[in-house]
């Protein structure tokens, strides 16, 4: 626990002097400083947050925990991640770093090693980590290639179980979209993915047939009342245009449901032309968009002519945003051949994401991306805003300002959670040394 600070264990105090971003606190508007961070005191009892003030505006509180300007979060919210593939490069590394070299990998080790013991154990492990880092809700994509469906669904579902109250777990199906060609595999799989309720999802390829494909999976979402969840050009290529796609088929399919499209890299390498008729469409259409800037700055632009990098990997959350378009930033893999680091630590992410995508200058709404916006993607009300009323789930950080609050790993930040501090003890590695031989 941070020095100087001591939360009660009963449950009762005011956290004083805390600087808290006014887009995660609607009620604080008109006491922004300077970032748009609002001195503020936060009341707290039962597990609830009891009230929210503008410091000073109110007689100085009882019990009050003076935090000297401290940055208050509240808990993350970490919407596309991998934890079937969590923690498997230890055993089965990316040869050469690069895309197709993260896809034979992952690939191979699922057919050779994923158990429902080896996903459950590697599973749990990264959810820990997530809860000690001050996630509260979590979606994932679960390979779901015959016959791994029939391992990891069931899997998810106890895990999810098993961590009700700590952290909120969905799931979406991931396989390649010319799967659905089979008619009748296809249709047991969204049954599957309806009976679990979990989210459908694809990875979309500039496949002759992409359009029949996706109204397939659009009917699909219809009938049985689902969600999407796309994988969308993760790729520098010009050509992959499915995004646009997604977006004309959420249209002409008058789809209601949510929609949330991952990755969009080569937007940023098309014409202006074509990105502000996609963004357009985008914006019609009601989709909501996750960067995954950690995962896909070390994938993408990795070329054997030449060794320096020379673009991002990242898509246009900019121009998005400017059109209305919900945008986020999540982890993505960890510890995978699709991304050899990362600890499911949202500060890392948002951090990660203000230095490669210029979520600064100014800050603006961007610290949303990674709790207000995620939580209302996923559809779970008062979560990713501190708020009266709402739950006490908050993150206590030593940083006073963005610049202090970023520059430092915060290790020793105190995680809240229904109002009494969390322990947390991050899991060792060594703990999956046997799955590792």
Known sequence: MAVGID?????????ANTRVPVSLAPALAGGEEADGLVASDIAVADGRITGIAVRGRRPAP??????????????????????????????????????????DAAGADRVARWSAEDVARRMDFALRSAYAHGTKAM???????????????????????????????????????????????FQKLVKKVAAAGGVLGAVTYMVPDLDELLDRIFRAA?????????HADETDDVAAVSLRKIAEAALWNSFEG?????????????????????????????????????????????????TTPRWRGVTLLHEMAARGIAVCVASDNTRDPFYAYGDLDMLEVYRMATRILHFDHPVADWP???????????????????????????????????????????????????GRAIDRTLPDYSELDDLMV
């Not at 029939?150 to 991931?174: H, N, Y």
């Not at 219809?222 to 796309?230: A, P, T, V, W, Y």
């Not at 939580?375 to 006073?400: E, Q, Y």
């Open 222 to 230: 219809i009938e049985h009342g689902l969600d999407l969840d796309f």
């Open 368 to 418: 949303k991306t990674v709790a207000a916006t995620p939580a209302d993607v996923m559809r779970l009300d008062g979560t990713g805003t501190i708020a009266a009323g709402g739950p006490a789930d908050l993150v206590l950080f030593r940083g006073r300002s963005w610049t202090e609050l970023l520059s430092r790993p915060e290790s020793d930040r105190i995680v809240i959670r229904d």
């Open 139 to 185: 979606r994932t994509h679960l390979d779901s290639i015959p016959p791994q469906e029939d391992i990891s669904w069931p899997v998810f579902t106890e895990m999810r179980a098993r961590w009700k109250g700590r952290i909120e777990l969905q799931a979406a199906c991931l396989f390649g979209i010319e799967q659905a060609r089979d008619e009748a595999w």
């Open 258 to 306: 949510r929609i949330l499209v991952g990755h969009c890299c080569s937007l940023a390498r098309q014409p202006d032309a074509e990105v502000l008729s996609t963004l357009d469409k985008a914006a019609r259409a009601g989709l909501s968009v996750v960067s995954l800037p950690m995962c896909n700055l070390y994938l993408q632009d990795r070329r054997r002519d030449r």
């Open 7 to 15: 939360i009660p264990e009963n449950g009762w105090y005011v956290l």
């Open 62 to 103: 009882p019990r009050a925990i003076d935090l000297g300007g401290r940055i208050v979060l509240p808990a993350f919210v970490d919407c596309h991640t991998h934890l079937d593939k969590g923690h498997i490069w230890p055993r089965k590394p990316n040869p050469d770093g690069s895309f197709m070299g993260a896809l």
